[in-house]
């Protein structure tokens, strides 16, 4: 271990006591790599074994905690009781290294798959479509959920929370980013409901806050044993009428009194972006110096080198949550901990794919998607 990323390998201890080995956090990332009936498959289990053996905790890849809350095509499901071994086999496999794992959780809202859902039906706070992406289509519009609906994914969460526990896992995280359902009953863009869940910014909050304390009281029933309850940000949305950094403060506040034991910020680069329209602070730096010291707060975005993650806690992160820097190097951290940060990758070797166990569906998406680097032969550095 190198002098200059001593913070990054120096253990974590969450208030409830666990206790992570380092502080590098396995990011959670869709691998489009379920079985037909939900549950997860041996490319998806092999993916994480490969990955889990030596970082400070594993976030799983979202799944979804009703039918039609898939926001993935292949996505491994959380929705029924049924699915409770596949989780136990997920949980074991992202265990299989010593690191504690944590399962997320999600609707993905009016970010659905059309073609997967029953009935090719989309629901969502209000009838707003959602903007396009590499994974989603904004030509059809949602149906808002009714205030019965809505009690019951509230629900929903809740008795995934309850799987997890029963899983083996050691604590969920509520996707609260990237415009799925918890977030598009936060945004005034997608949001237009005048009932309770609703237009002001508190009445918007009121489903997040619903859904932790819901996930909050099955950890308190059912865990005896440490369990996490995490949240999940995107701190500003950046189309017109969406909410901006100031904003996701009350929330912030609110999910903290509510007992989250940590909030996730997901950027594009946790080193470089800034709020919308401004060069002020680094986004990041705006998230800590709001919540200080009253819960840690995780980063994930770009950060693909040792030296990038040390970088991030030296802002004030506590983790340093790393996602495709891991793809490309199962061994990431035993590289940088013994010094050989120089032979990570920063391009999928081609000739490897099946020594980086990448599953099928995760391998189509990096070819597919924007913002991957270029799918060529990796140049290979001594390690001195």
Not at 251 to 265: Q, S
């Amino acid at each position: 271990m190198t002098s200059e990323h001593a913070t990054l390998f120096q253990p974590f201890v969450f208030d409830n006591g666990l206790t992570l080995r380092n502080r590098v956090v396995m990011a959670p990332m869709t691998t489009w790599s379920a079985n037909a009936d939900g549950s997860i498959s041996e490319a998806e289990l092999d993916y994480y074994r490969r990955r889990a053996q030596s970082v400070g905790m594993v976030i799983t890849g979202c799944t979804h905690v009703t039918e039609n809350g898939i926001g993935f095509t292949d996505e491994f499901a959380a929705y029924d009781d049924r699915f409770t071994p596949s989780l136990r086999r997920l949980g074991e496999a992202a265990k299989s290294g010593g690191a504690p794992a944590v399962l997320q959780i999600f609707h993905a809202g009016n970010k659905a798959v059309v073609d997967v859902v029953p009935g090719g039906e989309l629901v969502s706070a209000s009838a707003v479509n959602a903007l396009g992406g590499p994974f989603n289509r904004d030509d059809v519009t949602p149906r808002a959920l009714s205030h019965d609906e809505i009690i019951e994914v509230v629900r929903a969460f809740g008795e995934a929370t309850r799987r997890a526990i029963e899983a083996g896992f050691d604590g969920v995280e509520l996707h609260g980013a990237h415009g799925f359902l918890l977030q598009n009953f936060f945004s005034p863009r997608y949001n237009q409901r005048d009932d309770e869940w609703g237009g002001s910014q508190e009445n918007r909050m009121r489903f997040a806050l619903a859904v932790v304390r819901e996930a909050r009281g099955m950890i308190a029933t059912h865990a005896k044993r440490p369990f996490l309850l995490g949240y999940r940000i995107s701190p500003e949305e950046r189309e017109d009428g969406g909410y901006r950094v100031p904003d996701i403060c009350a929330l912030v506040d609110g999910l903290i009194a509510e007992g989250i034991d940590y909030l996730h910020v997901s950027l594009n680069d946790v080193l470089g972006a800034r709020p919308l329209g401004t060069d002020t602070r680094l986004t990041v730096e705006q998230v800590l110096a709001h919540v200080g010291k009253r819960v840690p707060v995780l980063a994930a975005g770009m950060l693909r080198t040792p030296v990038q993650a040390q970088a991030a806690l030296d802002l004030g992160l506590s983790l340093a949550v790393v996602g495709k820097g891991l793809v490309m190097n199962p061994d990431w951290v035993g590289l940088a901990q013994s010094g050989c940060g120089a032979q990570i990758c920063q391009e999928l070797d081609l000739d490897k794919r099946a020594a980086l166990s990448i599953p099928d569906g995760l391998w189509r998406a990096v070819e597919a998607a924007p913002g991957w680097i270029p799918v060529r032969k990796a140049e290979v550095v001594a390690c001195v």
